[in-house]
């Protein structure tokens, strides 16, 4: 290999490295506005579904709250994923994006388990609605 493409092989690596780490860096600034909007979301949806004992509203509350440890998760696992490689992971550690991407969907999963069996229990002990003008 000649001199010249050992210098061109080294400006695309350096190159790469960039992209990857503006990209870390949207992902951690679009996380952090997600996180911000769930938790504001969260607590509002929540007081209004205590408010007017609604499961539906409440679910939904819950909902945001994963989506906000959803985006936290997200974040650490882009910058684990991003660190350098090192002589224990030459290839470098792409795969904590997965494991977190792992992490996420157990959470959904759950939040969803959740739901269905608040919502089961609603039906077979249903409660009469009752509309306040608060609530309205």
Request: aromatic share 8%; glycine share 8%.
């Amino acid at each position: 290999m000649s001199e010249e493409q050992n210098e061109q092989n080294i400006k695309d690596i350096h190159k790469i490295r960039q992209e990857q780490i503006a990209r870390g860096r949207i992902i951690v600034r679009t996380s952090a506005i997600g996180i911000a909007v769930n938790i504001l979301l969260a607590g509002f949806k929540g007081a209004v579904g205590l408010t007017t004992n609604s499961i539906a509203i409440l679910l939904d509350a819950v909902n945001n709250l994963s989506d906000a440890l959803s985006s936290v998760i997200t974040v650490a696992g882009a910058k684990l994923a991003g660190r350098k490689p090192d002589w224990k992971h030459p290839f470098g550690h792409g795969r904590y994006e997965y494991f977190s991407a792992m992490i996420i969907a157990a959470i959904v999963f759950y939040a969803g388990l959740t739901s269905l069996w608040e919502s089961v229990k609603k039906i077979i002990e249903p409660e009469m609605a009752t509309y306040t003008p608060i609530s309205l």
